[in-house]
């Protein structure tokens, strides 16, 4: 693993953390995004707990790569699934260009990672 996915991984790795953390305890601001995308606090529970499981992943793949990328791919359609429901929706961009950041930049660990595999 290249020093750039590492950082990757431990950056992304904090991010999917506390926003899964915040889902989990249904922090009233992730109600609320609840509610405005049409989720139970339930579901939105379940979302929260990949992306925790995403985020240990990641730190797992820095020592078995192939957990890294499986937790990246995951990570990936997450934040796919994210983007379909806000331009579903109707949202402008400042509404979904975090879902979109995070899934260039997952997308950007998952490059290193098969680069650093050749």
Do not use: N, S, W
Not at 56 to 74: N, V, Y
Not at 76 to 105: F, I
């Amino acid at each position: 693993m290249t020093l750039a996915a590492a950082i990757l991984a431990v950056l992304l790795a904090l991010v999917f953390l506390a926003l899964g953390t915040a889902k989990i305890l249904a922090r009233q601001p992730m109600r609320e995004l609840a509610a405005e995308a049409g989720f139970t606090v339930a579901a939105y529970r379940r979302i929260g707990l990949l992306e925790v499981a995403g985020a240990a992943g990641l730190l797992i793949g820095l020592f078995a790569p192939l957990i890294g990328a499986l937790a990246g791919a995951g990570l990936l359609l997450l934040l796919t699934g994210a983007l379909v429901v806000h331009l579903r929706k109707g949202d402008d961009p400042q509404k979904y260009a975090p879902a979109l950041v995070c899934g260039l930049l997952v997308a950007a660990y998952l490059v290193l990672q098969l680069l650093a595999t050749r």
